[in-house]
């Protein structure tokens, strides 16, 4: 099975107030058509940089380096016409902020339709029709009436499904959620979780879900690369990672979480705060927070390789690997 | 998995005066010239050193609850009283100085903290409004941050300085100032990462128990209102629609609404399982259904729910060990908790409703540990 998304050694660089750092470094993925692949890891660990380069949306002063090859052709390559062509028609973006990505004063219709015709060339009652059949899909009630709205008139969890219809209006084959649904209801982020879900299964679309709530990754995600300052801690099959995990950055995430089944007893918070982006630390970037931490940690930035004693493809950056004996 | 015996209460007794608490409270918004209740003839009460979470969706009426029990909006009927004082709404005076104990935490502290004031005065304000001096202001501001966990130094740094957490941090620690017994935080962790929602969850919990602070926790984060509350109340609408022992509620939700919003959690456990979904939203608060006002969206409705109005009925066959009867479990549906009669054998009655049959989850009552049962119904929502 060929990739379909194949990013390679992403290095994502910012201007800071101490010259350029890296808020993604050296970073490789790949995605599979009709897969759903998940980037975790805490605000700052560089997951929305990676999926913002796929579309050349990176703040001003951005230097990116390495490459993101979308069937072949490298999107990082891409400027004006070429790129324009390919966003929205091969890669397309959920936001976390529905109110943001709709644009209040044009109605459903039009949104859903402008890039569907510029994309497909189909013509204007065509277009309405897809957009129709789409609202549909993503189970808007009434979607006639729906097209004649405004964003303003449907609820969060609404808006967030017609975002997910207009990313979706142009067929493309890799959508990039991020934090879908980190502002919603649980109620309503099973309704766009189920969504997503049957959109892969049914339309083969690969999904990209940036998130950092591993609930949500185990529900939607069949891997999993775990992110810290800008760098791949660990990446395997959600399966493995969340009931085994090696790095033990993963381990602490999964320690915060409030768990089913314990009661009352004290959450277990990771200690301290992630780096700052002027302020990544030396060798493994975890290591201060890291209670396995030996002195090698500080000394040298880890690679991820692949972990000894898993079967299928599992990378860890943790060269004294402190959880296998668990694993 | 969760047996109901053990029941976390003995270790915290609650007393039977509440430091707060909600009779009757009605919130009324006036909407194009329309008026929209927003919260509906609440009781809650809070004791010392209890955590009483509050759960919902959004548009439920959990943060209107907050406001008017800090009394930041008025009251449209009922009373809220903080140490047997009515909380009176805040107006062009200043505030009551009786009411300072009564404190909120609110959600985002990118907001909720002025960014050109440093941390010391911002949390010595609290002590000068109390009638002590500049520089006992300063030294107790530097006490309390080490209380919330960051160092003595951070009282001369600016917010822009520090992260979420951090934040959030220093708001409680400015809430603290005030001396408080009893705080409302309103989804105090929903705007931070991962695990600063676990220290933020377990710095709550610790203040709390150690100085014997009432907190009423908003939230819409099910599990971590689980982890941390001693008692937790459902909203749906403007109305309290179950309550109970956290540990209880979740293990057996009476209300299909609660059982809804357990299903929708997603686990982090690897297996892949899609959460359930609950369709429909919530509905405008100007034009609430009649009835039981979950009707619409109710997988166990009948036809009877969209006539008859339910109010929150105790749970037979529960044992309730605590002496406060807030500590009741107690749900708003005629179908899962039947009236039994209308009182005649209400209370003790054995198998209440057995012949009643209409859900498998009726014959709950009956079935103090409700493991299999939640465990079934949640995996029959989960399939569908």
Known sequence: MTALLEVENLTVALPTRAGYRNAVDDLSLTVHSGEVVGIAGESGSGKTMTALSLFGLLPHGAKVTGSARLDGTDLLALRGRPLRDVRGRQVAMVSQDPTAALHPILTIGTQLTEHMRHHLGVSKSEALGRAAELLDTVRIPDPERALRSYPGQFSGGMRQRIAIAVALAAEPRLLVADEPTTALDVTVQAGILQLLDRLCRERDTAVIVITHDLGVMSALARRVYVMYAGRLAEAGPTSRLLTRPRHPYTRGLLDALPHPEADGAPLVPIGGTPPSLGAVPGGCPFHPRCAHAVASCAAQRPEAVQASGEEGPHLLACPPDPLRVLA | ??????????????????????????????????????????????????????????????????????????????????????????????????????????????????????????????????????????????????????????????????????????????????????????????????????????????????????????????SVVRQVADRVAVMYLGRIVETGDTATVWSGPAHPYTEALVAAIPRADGAGVLPADLPGDVPDPASPPSGCRFHPRCPVARDDCAVTEQRLIALPGIPVPGPAPGSAHAAACHVRVPQAGSGDTAPSGAGPSAADGAAPASSRPAVPGADALCGSSTRTSSTC
Request: include cysteine; charge should be positive.
């Open chain 2, 1 to 222: 998995m969760t047996a109901p015996p053990e029941n976390p209460v003995p270790d915290n007794p609650v007393p039977d005066n509440p430091v707060l608490a909600l009779t009757g409270a009605a919130v009324e918004y006036r909407r194009r010239g329309q008026r929209v209740r927003a919260l509906d003839g609440v009781d809650l009460t809070v004791a010392r050193g209890e955590i009483v979470g509050l759960v919902g969706e959004s548009g439920c009426g959990k943060s209107t609850l907050a406001r008017a029990a800090v009394g930041l909006v008025p009251l449209a009927a009922g009373t809220v009283t903080f140490d047997g004082q009515p909380v009176t709404p805040l107006g062009m005076r200043r505030r009551a100085g009786r009411l300072r104990g009564l404190q909120m935490v609110f959600q985002d502290p990118y907001e909720s903290l002025n960014p050109r004031r440093k941390i010391g005065a911002l949390i010595g304000d609290g002590m000068l409004l109390g009638g002590g001096s500049r520089a006992t202001a300063r030294s107790r501001a530097v006490e309390l941050l080490e209380r919330v966990g960051l160092p003595a130094t951070a009282a001369d740094g600016y917010p822009h300085e520090f992260s979420g957490g951090q934040r959030q941090r220093i708001a409680i620690a400015r809430t603290l100032a005030a001396g408080p017994s009893c705080l409302i935080a309103d989804e105090p962790i929903s705007a931070l990462d991962a695990s600063a929602q676990a220290q933020i969850a377990n710095l709550l919990t610790t203040l709390v128990r150690e100085e014997r602070i009432g907190l009423l926790l908003v939230s819409h984060d099910l």
